[in-house]
Nanobody, 115 residues
Framework: QVQFVESGGGLVQIGESLTLSCTASGSIFSKQVLGWYRQAPGKQRELVATIDNDGRAGYANSVKGRFTISRDNAKNTMYLQVNNLKVEDTAVYYC?????????WGQGTQVTVSS
């Protein structure tokens, strides 16, 4: 069973950047299409970026051009570079595969963007 662990969040100002990291146990990591999700207070969890085994990425319109997803299968690690942060990016960020009902959700990493 894969277990995801997120890190790298923090408190930043508008326009600043962060690099979020996601590690996962289990060799299945390299075989999966993965994604970054976020959940803001009072809102539903949303999928913001995906990456397949060949490194092809997809993004939600709200983050396109500002966020970059990448992965290093040898390290069982995935990254999310978040640039030009906005107040509306404030949320807890999670990584997971594209089956939200599957187990392995981590605690997430909090990103807070202050004005």
């Amino acid at each position: 069973q894969v277990q995801f662990v997120e890190s790298g969040g923090g408190l930043v100002q508008i326009g600043e950047s962060l690099t979020l990291s996601c590690t996962a146990s289990g060799s299945i990591f390299s075989k999966q299409v993965l994604g970054w999700y976020r959940q803001a207070p009072g809102k539903q969890r949303e999928l913001v970026a995906t990456i397949d085994n060949d490194g092809r990425a997809g993004y939600a319109n709200s983050v396109k051009g500002r966020f970059t997803i990448s992965r290093d299968n040898a390290k069982n690690t995935m990254y999310l570079q978040v640039n030009n942060l906005k107040v509306e990016d404030t949320a807890v960020y999670y990584c997971h595969d594209l089956v939200p009902t599957s187990p392995g959700w981590g605690q997430g990493t909090q990103v807070t963007v202050s004005s």
